[in-house]
């Protein structure tokens, strides 16, 4: 047996409730299995424990049997800046191999599993989050050897085609008999490669054989009026320190009230584009205005919020609540109703939460709430829903509609077109923007 969970059940320190509860699951070599289920069910816990993670470095109180066939797990988290160690990607690879025993395998070997050989000599930091997600899974499938691959939210980041080799890597470890087991929101782009799903609910695991609703469109149609321009790029141009372009020249326009969607595949340059706007980088070439009016860096930090795909890293305060007052201090239009957006998103109850307490989509919609307390001119979410259930997505729309109400603009990034359609007024893909 690959896996083995008996009666498994776990309380975080000082929680009321167990967090799982008497979970059973057994994989054989080969099986590939996938856990669904809304954010903050158990989903991650349950990798932590698989991993070691948990109670190792959390405490609280662990039960039952815990069993992975005398061999230790390969894991890829959900958190990826978590698991990136050195300064650039082919350093990291080779420190893949080097803690799985294959000690001088070549960075390249691995990279063209995932397609990312251009990414070698670039620095972990740089890279987009859908990069980064490729070279983590790069990383961890080449060099695995075990008997279980856990995978937590592994597509979370990914375009079609990172998706795709992520699932012939599944393949291909199911072939040499490595059981693989998958935790997500959506089950059906790995159809091809899984055996059985589970659904968890109330810390216990269900089994489940229906697909995935189907994706709707124009859920929430293009405002009314959309009278001014709240933000304007005119021949925006990024280039890398060997003068080549990132970024070519790029135009792009969006009206107060608006909620744009911006697609584009893994390392297009979308986060490039998004941190020119949020004045985190200055371009090369060319202008951003707001409102109509030429503005620098030092302008579009203090009037726009940017937030990517790790919520963790703009959750600087210990709890949830005092990241929100931090936000409501600092608001350009003080009055947002902060405890009506919190029971829309469900997280009400989590406000005096300890923010590394959280699971990463209950993390997000933290980081969500507290960017629309602050009510910025533009709010730019870069993959920042990735990991938000159905029903947590769906409230955050809700809430980002009522922004663009109220005067918001709002551009909405992913690798994948189909999920903005659902939340934005219009979408283009990066490559109509260049001039």
């Known amino acids: 047996m690959a896996l083995h969970l008996q009666n498994l059940s776990y309380r975080f320190a000082g929680a009321?409730?167990?967090?799982?509860?008497?979970?059973?699951?057994?994989?054989?070599?080969?099986?590939?299995?996938?856990?669904?289920?809304a954010n903050g069910a158990g989903k991650s816990t349950l990798v932590s424990i698989i991993a070691g993670i948990i109670p190792a470095f959390s405490g609280?109180?662990?039960?039952?049997?815990?069993?992975a066939g005398g061999?230790?797990?390969?894991?890829?988290?959900?958190?990826?800046?978590s698991q990136l160690l050195n300064e650039t990607a082919a350093q990291e690879l080779a420190f893949f191999a080097k803690y799985a025993g294959r000690a001088g395998a070549e960075p390249e070997e691995a990279a063209r599993s995932f397609g990312v050989e251009r990414l070698l000599e670039r620095k972990t930091a740089a890279l987009s989050s859908g990069e980064k997600q490729r070279i983590v899974l790069a990383g961890a499938l080449q060099c695995s050897g075990g008997r279980l691959m856990v995978l937590d939210e592994p597509a979370s980041c990914l375009d079609a085609d990172g998706t795709q080799k992520l699932c012939g890597a599944?393949?291909?470890?199911?072939?040499?008999g490595t059981a693989v087991l998958l935790t997500g929101h959506r089950a059906g782009n790995f159809a091809r490669v899984l055996d059985s799903r589970y659904?968890?609910?109330?810390?216990?695991?269900?089994?489940?054989?229906?697909?995935?609703?189907?994706?709707?469109?124009?859920?929430?149609?293009?405002?009314?009026?959309?009278?001014?321009?709240?933000?304007?790029?005119?021949d925006i141009i990024l280039k890398n320190q060997a003068g080549e372009a990132i970024l070519p020249p790029s135009r792009f326009e969006i009206k107060k009230g608006e909620i744009a969607g911006l697609y584009g595949p893994n390392g297009s340059g979308k986060s490039s584009f998004a941190k020119i706007l949020a004045g985190w980088i200055a371009p090369d070439g060319g202008t951003v205005e707001l409102a109509g009016k030429r503005a620098g860096t030092p302008l579009l930090r203090r009037k726009t919020r940017l937030l990517g795909n790790n919520p963790f890293s703009g959750l600087i305060y210990a709890t949830v609540r005092e990241n929100l007052d931090y936000a409501r201090r600092i608001s350009l239009k003080p009055g947002f109703d902060c405890a009506a957006a919190a029971q829309i998103l469900a997280i009400a109850n989590m406000i005096e939460r300890d923010v590394s307490?959280?699971?990463?989509?209950q993390a997000q919609r933290a980081a969500l709430l507290c960017a629309l307390a602050y009510s910025p001119e533009l709010l730019i979410l870069d993959e920042a829903t990735a990991c938000l259930d159905p029903e947590g997505f769906s409230q955050f729309g809700k809430l980002l509609r009522g922004f663009a109400a109220e005067g918001g603009a709002?551009?909405?990034?992913?690798?994948?077109?189909?999920?903005?359609?659902?939340?934005?007024s219009r979408v283009v893909s990066l490559s109509e923007l260049y001039a």
């Open 71 to 81: 061999a230790r797990p390969g894991c890829v988290l959900q958190n990826i800046d």
């Open 60 to 67: 609280g109180e662990l039960a039952g049997e815990t069993g």
């Open 170 to 176: 599944i393949e291909n470890l199911k072939a040499r």
């Open 16 to 37: 009321a409730k167990p967090a799982l509860n008497g979970l059973n699951l057994r994989l054989s070599p080969g099986e590939c299995a996938f856990i669904g289920g």
């Open 410 to 424: 709002a551009l909405v990034i992913s690798h994948i077109e189909n999920h903005l359609r659902p939340l934005c």
């Open 199 to 234: 659904e968890m609910r109330g810390g216990n695991l269900y089994p489940v054989c229906v697909a995935d609703p189907p994706q709707t469109d124009n859920v929430y149609p293009p405002a009314a009026n959309l009278p001014d321009c709240a933000a304007r790029a005119d």
């Open 357 to 361: 307490s959280l699971s990463f989509g």
